[in-house]
């Protein structure tokens, strides 16, 4: 940046929330979603902004914020838990874009935590795994893992090749497990993991793993350049014991475990809207206080021309999550809609942050300029809970009827 002599250079302050809901999508939400939406905000103005980017640089787990967002009721990401308010699948996705807008890291420990784990045990446990586990994690106190994906079945994760094998050690029945997993989020620094494998019957069931199990062996994924404030695992199972307790009852085929995948995959499109709000305000408020050629780059045509697609874009996302939102909570939402919102939601968050990086030049690249680390975490967030190809053939299935799947 260049600066004149003795003067000193402006400080750009990227981080304060505009409220950006220019086609009015939000206006109808209750005054109880929307007082939920502004908590949030206060979290992550508060006590996100201010250490997130040290986090990330380090590639370091916010440990402190966990335990916050534990505190606060942030952490179970909207799942129904006995003991504690019922939160509105509205509020839920206003929640996740507010936490994606500080944070993509921030918003997976969240989805991991909550949207997988915990859902998991309360959409296929029993009652007494429910009381066991769902408080404690929605406190913070259990911190849980979601192990699916293996080193070679990622989109055809139904095709895994994890095993569990009926088995009685001293008395006691259960399953010994074999295999391995890759890309789990709290897999190596958590306390149990759900264990998705596949039962003698063929089908694929899910199992409490504690990680301090015998023959589990997770490490931790280096060399990440998105998403470093969560740590994801490549875990080895190696006849490792669980009591036939553990099992998910009803966890009885991988249709179970694609419920559970249905129920976080719009929560997703809603962290790719909070992601593209948050370059878009970055952007803004650079315009407004970076000079070039004597005045502001807000009075350039071009800057305004670039302002103008990325507010588009956030409108029409905005708008396609309320609506998709409204259809779940009439419980009429498809595979196939909740899959168009994944996919044009992280392709238009990817759109934006790329417009916001270039308008912000060489300071693009600084964190302290936010945009940066929104621009390498949504390739994450494209990417997980589906990739783009994957959710296009879903949808390309409803639109010819004809399955595409190998």
Same mark, same amino acid.
């Given at each position: !940046? ?23 999508? #939000? ?5 109880? %979603? ?12 508060? %006590? ?19 335990? /916050? @967002?534990? $505190? ?14 019922? =939160?509105?699948? !509205? ?9 994606? /807008?500080?944070?993509?890291? +921030? ?15 309360? @959409? ?12 404690? !994690? ?56 759900? +264990? ?14 504690? &990680?301090?199990?015998?023959?589990? %062996? ?6 990440? +350049? ?9 875990? +080895? ?24 995948? #249905? ?13 593209? =709000? ?26 305004? $021309? ?7 874009? =956030? ?8 609506? @998709? ?11 196939? &809609? ?20 270039? @308008? ?24 997980? $809970?589906?990739?783009?190809? !994957?959710?296009?053939? =879903? ?12």
């Amino acid at each position: !940046m260049t600066q004149t002599p003795g003067v000193t250079a402006p400080a750009y302050d990227v981080s304060q929330p505009l409220d950006i809901d220019f086609a009015g999508a #939000f206006a109808d939400v209750t005054e109880e %979603e929307r007082a939920w939406q502004l908590a949030v905000r206060s979290f992550v103005q508060d %006590e996100v902004l201010p250490v997130i980017d040290g986090y990330w640089e380090r590639y370091e787990v916010p440990m402190d914020l966990v335990k /916050r @967002m534990a $505190e606060l009721d942030f952490l179970r990401d909207g799942v129904d838990v006995p003991g504690f308010p019922k =939160i509105s699948k !509205m509020a839920e996705g206003l929640a996740a874009m507010e936490m994606s /807008r500080g944070d993509g890291s +921030v918003t997976t420990i969240c989805g991991v935590q909550g949207g997988l784990a915990l859902r998991s045990i309360v @959409m296929l446990g029993s009652d007494e795994q429910i009381e066991k586990y769902a408080a404690p !994690m929605a406190r913070g106190e259990i911190l849980g893992a979601f192990a699916l994906t293996e080193p070679t079945h990622g989109s055809d994760s139904v095709g895994l090749e994890t095993s569990a094998v009926k088995e009685t050690r001293d008395g006691v029945e259960g399953y010994v497990i074999n295999g391995e997993k890759k890309w789990i989020g709290f897999g190596s620094i958590g306390d149990i993991a759900v +264990v998705w494998a596949r039962g003698e019957d063929g089908q694929v069931h899910g199992f409490i793993v504690p &990680q301090d199990s015998p023959g589990y %062996e997770a490490t931790t994924i280096q060399g990440k +350049v998105s998403l470093r404030a969560i740590h994801q695992a490549h875990i +080895v199972l190696k006849d490792v014991f669980v009591p036939a307790e553990n099992l998910l009852p009803r966890s009885r085929s991988f249709k179970d475990t694609g419920r559970v995948l #249905f129920a976080t995959r719009l929560g997703v499109a809603w962290g790719a809207v909070g992601q593209a =709000i948050a370059c878009y305000e970055a952007a803004v408020a650079y315009s407004k206080q970076r000079v070039q050629f004597g005045r502001p780059l807000a009075a350039s045509q071009m800057v305004q $021309e670039r302002l103008t697609k990325m507010l588009s874009i =956030i409108t029409q996302m905005q708008l396609l999550v309320k609506q @998709m939102t409204r259809l779940d909570e009439a419980e009429q939402l498809s595979g196939p &809609q909740a899959s168009l919102a994944k996919y044009t939601c992280t392709r238009g968050a990817r759109e934006v942050a790329a417009i916001a990086r270039d @308008m912000l030049g060489g300071n693009g690249i600084l964190l302290e300029n936010r945009v940066a680390r929104h621009f390498a975490d949504i390739e994450a967030l494209h990417t997980y $809970e589906g990739t783009e190809s !994957m959710q296009a053939l =879903i949808i390309g299935r409803e639109i010819t009827g004809t399955s595409a799947f190998a």
